[in-house]
């Protein structure tokens, strides 16, 4: 089944269309394969380009560079994260060591970034935690307590001056923290694309469909072609499942959002003409809510297991439903169908919300599964794995394996069962704030 490109995301309908897209139409050798043309993929593809002037290297994606979950998340480049179970002492040293990657990864975007002289609507604004449960206090007074043992700057808000800085008072409390990032996802990924070094051609719209190891070599096979290589990196994210890359430990789900139009000038007046923010919730089913730099509102309230590989438009158009009464609770002063576009995405989750980066055979590496987080962790293990897969080693790759790793998960239909029962225990548990 082919990944569909379609014109339904905001973020990318901001970008000009590409020209000169190379497709695989014959057989290929090359030393480097990538597969999977997102942030882990173009970020490997640029680091061994660099690493290896002389060498071909493939870079293949199902559909357009950068078009997948890349260009369609939310575009918060996290410092923290909330919804990650910790409690005991151990527990705090194990999410101390995931801070410590989300960090990197902020390093590894902002090096790109000043590199190559980037402009993706980079704001250190921070973001918010936010709910409109006073209940949710404690879960924040928790949260802060912890962050404060780790050094993470920040404070907690209430309904007065949330209102303030939002332009809603749908939110009674809310945790602020200092070091998040909001960005144009879509324009950064395609900088990634435009960047490219000259010794990696990148071939798009081209579906994988097989693989298989013989001897010292991996055979790749597409509809209209093959592609022999030496080394072969897996980086598709909410797709390794479905290539049978570390099956046991991953498994996708599908989200939706919608983004409004931009706001006129009587509308942004009549929510108190707030600053560029960011909202993640409270509880892991709540809406995740962005008021952009040209005053459009994001949405993000529904996530589920789905074929990751096309949401129907009639579906579509019913979750839609549900992000307009998201911006009506939050802003009944707008008018209605102020909303302009909404889209579907794939994430890739662990059990335990760890990520995947590893070296499976000789010549089969894998990087992925980054639970929602990953414009930095994505660019971070892109560029590590590459340089795992050239048998060198470094700091952040040191720091990226003292992670836990991801645990095993039961096999099918065992795991749907039980995503599906997990995921709407949280819905119910967050739907006043959806």
């Known amino acids: 089944m082919e990944v569909v490109n379609d014109n339904t995301c905001s973020w990318i309908n901001d970008l000009t269309p590409r020209n000169n897209i190379q497709t695989i139409s014959s057989d290929l050798d090359c030393e480097w394969l990538i597969i999977g043309a997102g942030y882990t993929g173009l970020s490997a593809a640029r680091k061994l380009g660099k690493l290896f002037p002389n060498q071909k290297i493939l870079l293949v994606d199902a559909q357009l560079a950068g078009e997948g979950a890349s260009s369609r998340n939310s575009g918060y480049l996290v410092d923290t994260t909330l919804n990650d179970g910790f409690t005991s002492n151990k527990e705090l040293d194990n999410y101390k060591k995931k801070a410590d990657i989300y960090k990197l990864g902020i390093e590894a975007v902002k090096r790109f970034i000043k590199e190559h002289q980037v402009d993706c609507d980079w704001n250190e604004c921070g973001k918010y935690f936010a709910s409109s449960k006073e209940e949710d206090k404690k879960i924040l007074e928790n949260f802060s307590h912890n962050l404060s043992k780790l050094g993470f700057e920040h404070n907690l808000l209430f309904n007065k001056d949330l209102k303030k800085r939002l332009g809603t008072n749908f939110y009674n409390i809310a945790l602020n923290t200092k070091g998040g990032i909001l960005l144009h996802p879509g324009k950064l990924v395609r900088a990634m694309v435009e960047t490219l070094p000259e010794n990696v051609s990148l071939y798009e719209n081209s579906l994988l469909i097989d693989w298989r190891k013989v001897n010292d070599t991996v055979i790749c096979k597409f509809r209209k072609g093959s592609i022999k290589t030496k080394k072969i990196i897996f980086a598709t994210n909410g797709f390794l499942k479905s290539l049978g890359i570390k099956s046991n430990y991953n498994f996708p789900i599908t989200l939706t959002a919608s983004m409004t139009r931009p706001l006129t000038d009587q509308e942004f007046k009549s929510i108190g003409e707030p600053k560029e923010w960011g909202v993640l919730p409270v509880r892991p089913m709540g809406a995740t ?76 590496f894998v990087a992925g599964c980054y639970n929602g987080s990953g414009i930095g962790v994505g660019v971070l293990f892109g560029e590590q794995i590459a340089i795992k897969a050239s048998n060198e080693y470094t700091n952040e790759i040191e720091t990226i394996e003292s992670r836990n790793k991801p645990t095993w998960l039961p096999p099918q239909p065992f795991l749907n069962f039980g995503v599906k029962v997990r995921l709407m225990y949280e819905r119910l548990r967050a739907r006043s704030e959806i």
Do not use: C, H
Not at 306 to 325: C, F, G, V, W
């Open 289 to 364: 809510i962005r008021m952009t730099k040209n005053r459009r509102i994001l949405i993000r309230n529904t996530a589920e297991v789905y074929n990751p590989y096309q949401m129907l438009q009639s579906d579509l158009d019913k979750r839609k439903l549900k992000q307009e009464i998201g911006v009506k609770k939050r802003f009944p002063q707008l008018p209605d169908n102020i909303i302009e576009s909404s889209w579907s995405g794939i994430v890739s989750r662990t059990r335990n919300s760890s990520q995947i980066f590893e070296k499976i055979d000789e010549n089969i």
